[in-house]
T-cell receptor, first 110, second 115 residues
Framework: QQPVQSPQAVILREGEDAVINCSSS?????VHWYRQKHGEAPVFLMI?????EQKGHEKISASFNEKKQQSSLYLTASQLSYSGTYFCGTAPGNTGKLIFGQGTTLQVKP | GAVVSQHPSRVICKSGTSVKIECRSL??????MFWYRQFPKQSLMLMATSNEGSKATYEQGVEKDKFLINHASLTLSTLTVTSAHPEDSSFYICSARTGYNSPLHFGNGTRLTVT
């Protein structure tokens, strides 16, 4: 039931772009994205509730392809503050509970 | 807004004792709270889902008699680790939401060390 994220880790220079993918073997009703910095709680980034929905938040945006049962998180012109571990969360069978992927560690270097 | 407070942030206890962790939503009413466990450099593993006034729903493999969850009000859920053992040492983190498709708001977590 756990969604699969790729890649597992990314190292970028400031200003570079990154894409993090999240896929599920089960039908997706919604996808959440969170970022967790070391030793801190995860912080909500965005929710996508409909197939084909895209959302943006400053230079971080996401898409949701319901048919392919996957979502992608796009980080453009990365900043040092983007460093952390990104988790996607999905609700299997529309149960409402959130199951997280294994995480993608992003490191942005100056 | 949407602040979740979790206490204690760190606790060290001896093997065989019990530890209670509190999770409070400070500025909103949480219809559902979730308890997760996280090992170093690993994902958030869902332990149980807690709805106010009803019994918690535990994930497969999570011992309900060991991890007692009480959701006494719309702003408070507690997790009690009973008869703790060293293998229970972990980072426990709660989250709360206002509605079915609402974001999860996380507490700052509790680092439990069982000696």
């Amino acid at each position: 039931q756990q969604p699969v994220q790729s890649p597992q880790a990314v190292i970028l220079r400031e200003g570079e772009d990154a894409v993090i993918n999240c896929s599920s073997s089960k039908a997706l009703y919604s996808v959440h994205w969170y970022r967790q910095k070391h030793g801190e709680a995860p912080v909500f980034l965005m929710i996508l509730l409909k197939g084909g929905e895209q959302k943006g938040h400053e230079k971080i945006s996401a898409s949701f392809n319901e048919k392919k049962q996957q979502s992608s998180l796009y980080l453009t012109a990365s900043q040092l503050s983007y460093s952390g571990t990104y988790f996607c969360g999905t609700a299997p069978g529309n149960t409402g509970k959130l199951i997280f992927g294994q995480g993608t560690t992003l490191q942005v270097k100056p | 807004g949407a602040v979740v407070s979790q206490h204690p942030s760190r606790v060290i206890c001896k093997s065989g004792t019990s530890v209670k962790i509190e999770c409070r939503s400070l500025d909103f009413q949480a219809t559902t709270m979730f308890w997760y466990r996280q090992f170093p450099k690993q994902s958030l593993m869902l332990m149980a889902t807690s709805n106010e006034g009803s019994k918690a729903t535990y994930e497969q493999g999570v011992e309900k008699d060991k991890f007692l969850i009480n959701h006494a009000s719309l702003t408070l859920s507690t997790l009690t680790v009973t008869s703790a053992h060293p293998e229970d040492s972990s980072f426990y983190i709660c989250s709360a939401r206002t509605g079915y498709n609402s974001p999860l708001h996380f507490g700052n977590g509790t680092r439990l060390t069982v000696t």
